[in-house]
C-alpha cells in the first residue's frame, strides 16, 4: 500500500515538479505521486515517501533529481506506432534528402528520447533504407531529462522483452549482438546517436533540425510552456522540416504557425508559409 501524501507534500512535490522539470500535475493526479514515488522506497532508497519529502525539502538535490525521474514516464518501444516512421521512410526523407543534395546534411532529433529505442529505430532505418546518407553528416540527435536514461540509452542495451516490442526479428539480427542475456546494438549503429541532457524549457543549443520527433511529450506541459515549446521550435527547424507530435497531441488552439499534413495513417506538422 503507498504512502498517503498529506495536501501540504503533494502541493511542494507539483510546484517541485513544475519548477525544476515543467511538469504540470494538477491535485487529481495525488494517486500517480504516491504510485511513482512509493517505487522508490520499494526499491529501498528510503524508508517511506514521507522521509523522501522531508529530505527534499531539506535541500537535497540528489533527492529532488529521484523524484524528477520517478516521475517522468519513460514508456517507449522500437518503431512505436508504426506510421510515423513509415511516412518518414515514405515522404519525408526522400523530400528532404533531394532539397539536401547540394550541402548533404540531415539532422533529426528526438526529444524526451528516453532509453534511446525511438532514436535508435530511426538510424535503422536509416540504415536499412537510405545506405546512401553513410556518406553525408547525417546526425541524430537525442535528448532527454534524465540521467538515467541517457546512459542506457548510450549503451544501446535492451533486455529480451524489450527487444520482441516493436523490432523486426531481421534487424535484430542483423544490427544486434548477445550480451549475455541481453541484447546490444553493433557500434556502427550506436555511434549514430548523439545523447545529450536537455530540459525542453531550457537553451537547446541545437543545429537546425530538419525532422523532429517530440512525441508524448507535450501532454506534460500546460498550454503557456506548450506554446513556449512550439514557438521556439518553430523559429528553430528548418522551413522545409517536418515535425511528430504524439497521437493525443496537437498544436491547434496552442501556435498556429503550424499546418497539420496527412499522410496515409500518418500525420506530421510543417511551419506553416
Known amino acids: 500500500m503507498s504512502d498517503r501524501l498529506s495536501p501540504s507534500d503533494s502541493a511542494y512535490l507539483r510546484e517541485l515538479l513544475k519548477r525544476r522539470a515543467a ?12 504510485q511513482r514515488l512509493d517505487q522508490l522506497v520499494r526499491d529501498g532508497s528510503f524508508e517511506s515517501v514521507s522521509q523522501l519529502v522531508q529530505q527534499s525539502r531539506t535541500g537535497m538535490p540528489q533527492v529532488d533529481t529521484q523524484i524528477i525521474e520517478a516521475m517522468t514516464t519513460h514508456e517507449t518501444l522500437f518503431f512505436r506506432d508504426r506510421y510515423p516512421f513509415e511516412v518518414l521512410q515514405a515522404k519525408i526523407l526522400p523530400a528532404l534528402i533531394a532539397a539536401r543534395e547540394k550541402n548533404r546534411a540531415l539532422t533529426i532529433w528526438s ?8 532514436p535508435y529505430s530511426i538510424a535503422l532505418l536509416l540504415l536499412e533504407h537510405f545506405p546512401r546518407l553513410t556518406e553525408w553528416p547525417v546526425r541524430i540527435i537525442a535528448t532527454d531529462i534524465s540521467d538515467k ?79 513556449a515549446i512550439l514557438t521556439r521550435l518553430r523559429q528553430t527547424i528548418a522551413r522545409d522540416g517536418a515535425l511528430f507530435l504524439g497521437t493525443a497531441e496537437t498544436t491547434l ?19 506553416r508559409s
Open 23 to 34: 511538469i504540470d500535475l494538477d491535485a487529481s493526479k495525488q494517486y500517480l505521486l504516491e
Open 111 to 118: 526529444a524526451a528520447c528516453s532509453s534511446g529505442q525511438e
Open 149 to 227: 536514461v541517457l546512459t542506457r540509452g548510450r549503451e544501446g542495451r535492451f533486455q529480451q522483452i524489450e527487444v520482441n516490442r516493436g523490432l523486426p526479428v531481421n534487424l535484430l539480427v542483423k544490427y544486434f549482438e548477445r550480451s549475455g542475456t541481453d541484447w546490444q546494438l553493433k557500434p556502427e549503429v550506436r555511434k549514430l546517436v548523439e545523447f545529450r541532457k536537455l530540459n525542453l524549457l531550457d537553451s537547446w543549443g541545437l543545429l537546425r533540425p530538419d525532422v523532429v520527433f517530440m512525441r508524448n511529450v507535450l501532454i506534460y506541459f500546460d498550454t503557456n510552456d506548450k506554446r
Open 253 to 271: 488552439m496552442v501556435d498556429d504557425g503550424w499546418e497539420r499534413v496527412s499522410f496515409e495513417k500518418s500525420s506530421y506538422y510543417t511551419v
